[in-house]
């Protein structure tokens, strides 16, 4: 080989180490001011309320004890009329370089419609830097309030952000990345859900929504049968009301398994839910039998069979298909005009719950 050849050789070798190893995102972090959170909400008509959340750089571990949650962050918020006019608008305020490729939340206001986040989700993703991993959060205005620091890290963390990436920690796994909300708004038959968060570290419902207008937030007896629906329940628990006193059920968990067919203008769907479950209360003076056992799964698959029905019912009465039923057949090619075309149609559901008590508590 040629000296030429050579020396064209390791210049073709090294460029392909800077691409594959992000050398062209290298950046020193002094040089950036790395956004962990943006809220967005609205101000006028035409124009949104953007607030970027940075770690306080002054922040050290031994530190972290004497400061507020809320000092461990410092904000600055603008009012524009699109995402791009709020990175201008916070750049000039900053002495170092905007970064959002390590974002971990956005947290909208139920306030702003589908078309309004579409366009929010849009703009994002053209911006390359942007992690689509980021976790999208709703609440009500004023949104700042969500804006939580965790006091579990020996760092400055979003709590949401530790929140959502334990998958086993919470009764049911609600997280939605902002890749698969923006995929859920675009792809027909499904609609778009995304948890709604309070101030008081509560995470117990869905928004979900409609094709046009603000979200619709879900109760929480119909986002628990949403979970069951989804296969997304993994700690859940029941109490229930018995001739042999107060008996509870925990760590319920399982699989949903669909058929969806198209006729007679709905979606019909045919759901078999499968669920483990530990009998974790019963009282000591009763002597349990198989019968008494029989009549605990019996009563505990009424129970969640009527979670699954409200969540069906509040799908229905709202025109919104959390569960994405049109979506399967749109991509079985069986979706009629309506559903392809970003319509919808009713769901009818038949839905069967098999519960079987796996393992007893202590006090059993």
């Known amino acids: 080989m040629t000296i030429r050849k050579r020396v064209l050789a390791l210049g073709a070798i090294f460029l392909t180490v800077i691409v594959l190893g992000g050398c062209w995102d290298s950046e020193p972090d002094t040089d950036r001011a790395s956004a962990l959170m943006l809220t967005v909400s609205q101000a006028t ?10 770690p306080n750089p002054t922040v050290t571990v031994s530190s972290l004890t004497q400061l507020k949650p809320s000092n461990q962050f410092y904000t600055m918020g603008v009012t524009a009329s699109s995402l791009d006019r709020a990175y ?55 949104v700042n309030k969500l804006a939580l620091v965790t006091p579990q890290e020996s760092i400055p963390s979003v709590y949401w952000e530790s929140y959502f990436e334990c998958h086993q920690c ?26 709604y968060g309070t101030e008081a570290y509560e995470m117990t419902q869905i928004a ?115 569960f994405g039923y049109g979506r399967t057949l749109w991509f079985q090619h069986q979706a009629p005009e309506i559903l392809a075309s970003g319509g919808w149609e009713p769901i009818s559901s038949r839905v069967t719950v098999v519960l079987q008590i796996r393992s007893a508590g202590s006090g059993v």
């Open 45 to 54: 008509p035409k124009k949104w309320q953007w607030r970027f959340y940075f």
């Open 88 to 142: 201008t608008k916070v750049q000039q305020r900053l002495a170092r370089d905007l970064y959002l490729g390590q974002l971990e939340v956005m947290i909208l206001s139920t306030k702003l419609t589908r078309p309004e986040v579409l366009s929010l989700l849009n703009a994002y993703n053209r911006e390359g830097l942007t992690p689509k991993t980021a976790y999208v959060l709703l609440g009500a205005p004023p």
């Open 170 to 195: 919470q009764p049911e796994y609600l997280a939605r990345p902002e890749w698969k909300v923006w995929d859920d708004m675009v792809t027909p038959g499904v609609s778009a859900v995304v948890p």
């Open 208 to 322: 979900v929504y409609p094709q046009t207008g603000p979200p619709v937030i879900y109760s929480r007896r119909a986002t628990e049968g949403w979970a069951y629906l989804k296969g997304r329940v993994d700690k859940e628990t029941i109490a229930l009301n018995t001739p042999w006193g107060r008996i509870g059920l925990a760590n319920i968990h399982g699989a949903a398994h669909n058929q969806v067919w198209q006729g007679n203008g709905h979606i019909n769907v045919s759901t078999r839910i499968n669920l483990s479950v530990t009998l974790a209360e019963w009282g000591s003076s009763v002597e349990m039998t198989p019968s008494m056992l029989k009549q605990i799964d019996m009563l505990g698959e009424r129970k969640v069979l009527a979670r699954c029905l409200l969540a069906i019912r509040e799908a229905n009465k709202t025109h919104t298909d959390p």
